[in-house]
């Protein structure tokens, strides 16, 4: 074509500068990035969308263009701090072609490789119908020369977790559960030294006990998925806890209710988000501060198929995050109030629940549910004395009063106390609890019946509070300060108290 202009103005079309730039950062998302702790990488599983233009790149590109230049624009965005490798799960990739990758990003940034699925399919990964034995099968010689070596040659302190990923399959195809453990042993135990190891299971069965016992003797990480194959998210993390991971690790690939291919198609291209899961947001975002405040360091990446835009649900998750995080920083003074509720109250709700055992907040939460506004000291709620042995062991990492007797000038009670990302929860026993009456001096039972709970909203969770008759009675019998100020504040509030066998 000739460099020569053309007799006429619109002849002269505007050539594109080559390669792809990133596309203008908002100004609410660089303040997200700037209240984000440095710990907390959030990433992509990959970067080649042309649905991604103006969210991370300045134009469309076809995904050969972003595959060849557009990481280095993803990596600067500044939410943007580690992606997947993908193309490592179909063939080893070559020291040379890590090293591009790593050249391409700032020094801060983590790349999540996948390993080769050879070494994580028991049977011949290839696509003919009958599949013999795949004599790779968690070979660790193999894993070292054509897996970690040239990773860790390429990509030197830019790698992030190596994962074994564990496609979906029958637990009898490897021995079951215990033999899979035990061969997953040997080999994690036999790898090099130094890279972080990743596990993600994509078969429930294999999620034991012994399985995250193995993980924390070797020192490899479990992988946190959200997939419809794998347990569900509550269950993984109430299997392996991620405080005592050597860094927290997740993914986030597919809603729930949808195949791959499906997803796909309801998907593309990908630049908005259709079906947000507001349900993983909060668990992804309430691990993500468990590995924090153990100072951890997080790794989670993102799938197109979760939600409908992968950099969109970073960006939700990336918020959520720095919101909350407040919640890991201690309270500057113990009578300060508490960091952020929310992120408690749902924590412990779903123990509550997860372990079946019969709850009832009251308090101040209970004030605030009934129309109170002071600040929030603490969550009190009763229990049976049956399932606060339950919820023991969970409860363990954050207990700062053991349970016990207290005796006090108002309470009668046993209860134990805990310190939850900088908010204070007290679980007391509803057996023989009971309370003083300032003006007559007895002492009073309390009477928790959980069956007369009333369903109410709070901090933008519902819990079964005490009812506004019931609170009111004992906050009259104690007539503190503080009694006097929530009486008049919930008599004020328009919140008659509904029938608790009809609340919904």
């Not at 006990?209 to 993984?236: I, K, T």
């Not at 952020?340 to 004030?367: D, K």
Request: proline share 10%; aromatic share 8%.
């Amino acid at each position: 074509m000739s460099d020569q202009l053309g007799l006429f103005a619109d002849d002269a079309l505007p050539t594109p500068p080559p390669g792809v730039a990133p596309a203008p950062v908002p100004a609410d998302l660089r303040r997200v990035a700037d209240a984000l702790p440095e710990r907390v990488r959030l990433g992509t599983s990959s970067w080649s969308f042309p649905g991604w233009e103006g969210i991370v790149y300045d134009r469309r590109a076809s995904p050969a263009v972003l595959s060849g230049e557009g990481l280095a624009a993803y990596a600067s965005h500044p939410l943007l701090r580690t992606v997947g490798v993908d193309r490592t799960w179909y063939r080893p990739m070559a020291a040379a072609d890590f090293r591009e990758y790593a050249e391409a990003v700032p020094a801060d940034f983590r790349f999540l490789v996948k390993a080769d699925r050879l070494l994580t399919s028991p049977t011949d990964p290839g696509d003919g119908a009958v599949r013999g034995a795949n004599p790779s099968f968690l070979d660790p010689a193999y894993a070292a020369r054509e897996v970690v070596g040239p990773m860790v040659e390429g990509l030197g302190d830019r790698a992030g977790p190596l994962l074994f990923q564990f496609s979906p399959m029958p637990a009898s195809l490897v021995g079951g559960p215990e033999a899979f453990t035990e061969r997953l042993h040997t080999f994690l135990q036999a790898l090099p030294a130094g890279p972080l190891y990743a596990v993600e299971l994509r078969t429930p069965a294999l999620l034991t006990d012994g399985y995250g016992a193995m993980l924390r003797d070797v020192g490899a990480a479990h992988c946190y998925v959200v997939h419809p194959s794998m347990s569900p998210l509550d269950e993984q993390l109430r299997r392996i806890r991620p405080f005592e991971q050597p860094a927290l690790v997740m993914r986030w690939m597919l809603h729930a209710g949808l195949k791959y291919e499906a997803a796909k198609d309801r998907y593309a291209p990908f630049d908005r988000l259709i079906d947000p899961d507001e349900t993983s947001l909060d668990r992804l975002a309430v691990a993500a501060l468990d590995a924090l405040i153990a100072e951890r360091g997080v790794f989670v990446v993102v799938n197109n198929k979760a939600e409908g835009s992968a950099p969109r649900s970073v960006f939700r998750l990336a918020e959520r995050i720095a919101a909350w995080d407040g919640a890991t920083r201690p309270p500057e003074r113990p009578d300060a109030p508490t960091a952020n509720p929310a992120v408690t109250l749902r924590w412990i709700l779903s123990l509550l629940e997860r372990h079946e055992v019969p709850h009832q907040v009251v308090g101040g939460l209970a004030a605030r549910a009934w129309g109170a506004t002071r600040p929030l000291h603490d969550i009190d709620v009763y229990v049976t004395r049956r399932g606060l042995d339950r919820l023991l062991p969970d409860l363990e990492p954050w207990i700062v009063r053991a349970p016990g007797p207290h005796d006090g000038p108002h309470w009668r009670l046993t209860f134990l106390k805990l310190l939850h990302h900088g908010t204070q929860v007290e679980l007391a026993v509803a057996d023989g609890a009971c309370y003083r009456n300032a003006a007559t001096g007895e002492w009073e039972d309390q009477a928790i019946d959980f069956d007369a709970g009333v369903r109410r909203e709070v901090f933008g969770v519902t819990v079964p509070v005490i009812s506004r008759e019931r609170l009111l009675v004992y906050k009259r019998a104690l007539d503190r300060e503080v009694d006097r100020r929530d009486i008049a504040e919930i008599e004020a509030a328009v919140t008659p108290d509904p029938d608790p066998t009809t609340s919904p």
